[in-house]
C-alpha cells in the first residue's frame, strides 16, 4: 500500500482545518463571492437545492433582486430550511440578502427571512445609474474600507443586538448580530478581503463552540 508523502500529509491537515462556505446560487453575481472566500483560503460550495446546505459551515446570501430569489426560495420548502440553517449556522447576507435576513422589509414591505432584527429600505439610494463606490470608516482593523453600492437598500433601524460596524450618511452598512453578518454594499467587488475575513473569521469561532460542545456531551 503506498504511503502519503510529508507534503500530502500536509494537504491533508490542511483540507481538515479549512472551512466549508455555500453560497446562495439563485441569482445575483455569486460567482464573485465564491472566488473572494475562495482567495481567503475557505472552499466554497454553489447551493441551488435546500439539501445543498448539508455539511456547510457557514452560508453567504449574495445581492441581485430579492423578489427573485423569494420566488425560488419558496419552492421545495427552501425558504424552511433556509430559515432552519440561519438559526444554527452563520450567515452573510449582502445587499438584496441583507433584505431577505432582515426582520422587516419597506418600499415596499415583502416577505423576509427575519432572522436580523433590523429595518431596510429597498432601493433606498436610488437607481443603477445612481450607483458608486465610497471609501468609509468603519471599526474592522486597517482602517477605512472601500464600499460599492449598486442599487443598495439602507438599513434604517438596528435593534439593541446588533452592532454596527460601518455607516453611510448616519446610517449602518455593514452590521453584526451573534452568527449573523449583513452589508448593505457588495464587498466581493472590492480587493480588500476584510469583509469576508471577518466572516470566516466568525464561522471559525461558531465551528470551534460545537466542538466544544459536542465534545462535552
Known sequence: MATKTAEQAQESAADKKSLTIGVLALQGDYEAHARAFRSSGARTVLVRKADELAGLDGLVIPGGESTTMLKFLEKDRFFDALTKFISAKP?????????????????????????????????????????????????????????????????????????????????????????LLAATFHPEMSVDPRVQQLFLEMVRAHKAHEELSHTKS
Not at 124 to 146: F, K
Open 91 to 179: 450567515v452573510f447576507a449582502t445587499c438584496a440578502g441583507c433584505i431577505l435576513l432582515a426582520r422587516e422589509v419597506l418600499h415596499p414591505s415583502q416577505r423576509s427571512l427575519g432572522a436580523l432584527d433590523a429595518t431596510v429600505e429597498r432601493n433606498a439610494y436610488g437607481r443603477q445609474i445612481d450607483s458608486t463606490i465610497l471609501t468609509l470608516p468603519t471599526e474592522l482593523p486597517g482602517g477605512p474600507l472601500e464600499m460599492v453600492f449598486i442599487r443598495s437598500p439602507r438599513i434604517t433601524r438596528v435593534g439593541k443586538g446588533v452592532e454596527v460596524l460601518a455607516q453611510r450618511d448616519g446610517f449602518p452598512t455593514l452590521v453584526r448580530q451573534g452568527t
